[in-house]
């Protein structure tokens, strides 16, 4: 037990809110990102719907609206993998994206066409260039998953 003003809190008591503190932060990170990436290349609805399934566990409006963004997020994938092109062109940009982060991590010279400052120049280096793959391995993954739940054998 630990005093803390003049009270004393139980070690159970600090374990269950920080746990709740813990969920509730990812979600809404989850739930931000995945309404950042439904306008910016990423998996916005899968994303969204992982926040909202943390935030389910604490709160009911949460566990309200879960149903249909998760029905949204299983069709959008369904879609995904539809066709052989969708497929194909899903994976050419996942491993573009890797492709480029590698490059923005490598960090080359600034190009003679560069308009701007040199020091704008692929700002963030390998920072930059992780996110970059990370998010093209993401992509992948889901490609992957997507196929193997909702492409017709």
């Not at 008591?13 to 809404?28: D, N, P, Q, T």
């Not at 959008?76 to 890797?98: C, E, H, N, Q, Y």
């Not at 040199?118 to 490609?143: E, F, R, Y």
């Amino acid at each position: 037990m630990f005093p803390l003003c003049g009270t004393i809190i139980s070690m159970d008591f600090m374990k269950r809110h920080a746990k709740r503190v813990v969920l509730e932060s990812l979600g809404w990170l989850l739930v931000v990102a995945g309404i950042v990436a439904l306008v910016l290349p990423g998996p916005g609805l899968l994303a969204l719907f992982a926040g909202m399934a943390l935030l389910a566990t604490q709160y009911e409006w949460a566990e309200r609206r879960l149903e249909p963004i998760r029905r949204g997020a299983l069709k959008t994938a369904a879609d995904s993998v539809k066709s052989w092109p969708r497929i194909i062109s899903s994976i050419v940009f996942s491993l573009g994206l890797m492709g480029l982060g590698v490059i923005w991590g490598v960090h080359p010279s600034v190009p003679s066409w560069w308009p701007v400052a040199d020091k704008w120049w692929l700002i963030g280096g390998w920072g930059t260039g992780g996110t970059l793959i990370g998010s093209g391995v993401i992509a992948l993954v889901m490609i992957v998953y997507s196929y193997s739940r909702f492409r017709p054998r």
